[in-house]
């Protein structure tokens, strides 16, 4: 080992400044920049997972609205139903007032021509002469 790291260094020795500045680069960047992109690449990683959370409770939000939502309507539809049978009791019940107020007025009618009949009867007519 000892022997390659003596050809490596008197390699690096005759290649020229130019070599010895890329290998100090490439190790700036493996000590320096690679945990700055791992950092990144964490936060990254930590953003998505807060936004899949975030997303997760929207969804639940939205479950729950929808279930809300539906069980209004089974009220709505409840409550419309119980209208509309009132409507129909209503009409059933304005109908039969109809009639009896019909029957009520031809015994009104009937009623008036047995007075008038009773009234030609007793008061006497005047005579014109």
Known sequence: MNELMLALADSLAHAG?????????????????????DRDREAARKLESKREERKAEESKRREEHDREMVELNGRWLVVSEQSAEAM???????????????????????????????????????RKD
């Open 17 to 37: 400044p130019e070599w010895v500045l890329a290998l100090g680069v490439l190790a700036l960047v493996g000590f320096k920049v690679v945990p700055i992109l």
């Open 88 to 126: 129909r009791a209503m009409s059933a019940q304005m109908e039969v007032l109809n009639t009896t107020l019909a029957d009520s007025k031809e015994q009104s009618r009937s009623m008036g021509r047995e007075v008038h009949e009773i009234h030609a009867a007793v008061v006497p007519h005047e």
